[in-house]
């Protein structure tokens, strides 16, 4: 995409349409709790592709590519980085809430690792230094996916 949207699709698509998507397709009605879920899948699918923009920032602006990260800057990418990680926290945290089962907030304890994660963010400043970074960010998302589906199976 030239104008630099691809997190946007990337937020739609790997969060919105495939939560609310695969739950209508199973459970054949519409959720709007799972809405602050596919929320939290799509911004943290979007948090890696920002790490994957911020680590490629130089390459990107010398051949032209309008990513996000181009557009507000190495510095500027760091904290909407952090946006997107807290954001996602939260979204997940009101879809657990809904449940009104103090216990699931339990299956956030993964997200620990997203919150060191962000301080290393912050303090780096060499772009090969974010692609350890990149796999912590996907399997903390997939970490914390199986986590809630075990707790909501759990205290069913």
Known sequence: MSKGLNFLMDFLFFGLVSVLGVYSL???SFLIENVSLGIFVGLLSTAVLNLNNMRDYKNDAASGKKTIVVKMGPNNAKFYHALLILIALVSLAIFLNSFKKPELFFTMTPAL??????????????????????????LTTFLISICVVAGLILTK
């Open 26 to 28: 199973f459970a054949k």
């Open 113 to 138: 690792i997203l919150l060191i994660h962000l301080r290393k963010v912050m303090k780096t400043t060499h772009a090969k230094d974010f692609d350890p970074e990149l796999k912590k960010v996907a």
